[in-house]
């Protein structure tokens, strides 16, 4: 039996961010935008605003500083590639439904 996930669904995505964080694991690929010097829980606001983004990640500047709360935030397109780096997270983004054509 197969079962179909679908990732883009609003439904995949709840309003609680840290539970649907990808905790220790680095999301990659076209960066829609990016910034330094973003504190961590700004990362998925500032990427919200960007029309391309569907996909947030955010690294500390010092990978080895478990209490660092400032890095780089990258709002990215599509998923290209998943590493696991610790004291990085990342998440999807809420669906935006005018951004597909969807009308409801």
Known sequence: MWV???????SMVS???QRDRFYNHEIDGPIAHEEQ?????DCRALCLGQEKAT???WTPADLDDDES????CK???SIKSITLNF?????????????RGFRY
């Not at 709360?69 to 780089?72: F, H, M």
């Open 4 to 10: 179909r996930v679908d990732f883009g669904s609003p």
């Open 37 to 41: 010097d973003i504190e961590g829980e």
């Open 75 to 77: 709002c990215i397109e």
């Open 87 to 99: 004291n990085t997270y990342s998440g999807f983004l809420p669906q935006k439904r005018q951004r």
């Open 15 to 17: 309003d609680d961010e």
């Open 69 to 72: 709360s400032v890095g780089t």
């Open 55 to 57: 996909i947030y990640s």
